[in-house]
Antibody, heavy 119, light 110 residues
Framework: EVQLVESGGGLVQSGGSLRLSCTVS????????MNWVRQAPGKGLEWISY???????IYVDSVKGRFTISRDNAKNSLYLQMNSLRAEDTAVYYC?????????????WGQGTLVTVSS | QSVLTQPPSASGTPGQRVTISCSGS????????VNWYQQLPGTAPKILIY???QRPSGVPDRFSGSKSGTSASLAISGLQSEDEADYYC???????????FGTGTKVTVL
């Protein structure tokens, strides 16, 4: 069974750092591009970052220079290093696998991990 | 901010047909495939439609998608109570060089 499990969320002060992990099983991480998507409380979905199988990366403007996406295929893990956190980064963070050649065909998703940034 | 525009809400009685629109531009919907996601209350999103009109295995054929120019639509025919959820469209945006989601539509079964 294909599964994605996020971890690493929690409460952090404004300006602090946090590293999220996404551990995958049921498929080889090395064969798929991956994404991080977040959802602020009561709000809609926001795509924030993409990493290709060759580890090229893309970010939404609001996190550029603060967040870093990376992958360790040997550990079947995807990461999101988040620095200089702001109150507006408070959200549930989901990792999602890219299925097929379409970079926004997210299938499946993890269950999400909550990040709360206190000001 | 969301680049793709959806109506905030839609509703219908059981058995009715409901349609949700997703309006974009030439840099996203106009030049890339559209995907639709269903998010049931308190759960992670799940893919419902990919490549404009393809259903993953396990998705009932009551759900269908279409695309024309810079707009896309999701239709739910034979609405059921378990279809109460939030629905989002998504596409890649070549100008922004990133993924973009719709504003989301909450479907209520009356």
């Amino acid at each position: 069974e294909v599964q994605l499990v996020e971890s690493g969320g929690g409460l952090v002060q404004s300006g602090g750092s946090l590293r999220l992990s996404c551990t995958v099983s049921g498929f080889p991480l090395s064969s798929h591009s991956m994404n991080w998507v977040r959802q602020a409380p009561g709000k809609g979905l926001e795509w924030i970052s993409y990493i290709s199988v060759s580890s090229s990366t893309i970010y939404v403007d609001s996190v550029k220079g603060r967040f870093t996406i990376s992958r360790d295929n040997a550990k079947n893990s995807l990461y999101l290093q988040m620095n200089s956190l702001r109150a507006e980064d408070t959200a549930v963070y989901y990792c999602a696998r890219v299925s097929g050649g379409d970079r926004t065909r997210f299938d499946p998703w993890g269950q999400g991990t909550l990040v709360t940034v206190s000001s | 901010q969301s680049v793709l525009t959806q109506p905030p809400s839609a509703s219908g009685t059981p058995g009715q047909r409901v349609t949700i629109s997703c309006s974009g531009s030439s840099s996203n919907i106009g030049s890339n495939p559209v995907n639709w996601y269903q998010q049931l209350p308190g759960t992670a999103p799940k893919i419902l439609i990919y490549s404009n009109n393809q259903r993953p295995s396990g998705v009932p054929d009551r759900f269908s998608g279409s695309k024309s120019g810079t707009s896309a639509s999701l239709a739910i025919s034979g609405l059921q109570s378990e279809d109460e959820a939030d629905y989002y469209c998504a596409a890649w945006d070549d100008s922004l060089n990133g993924g973009v989601f719709g504003t989301g539509t909450k479907v209520t079964v009356l």
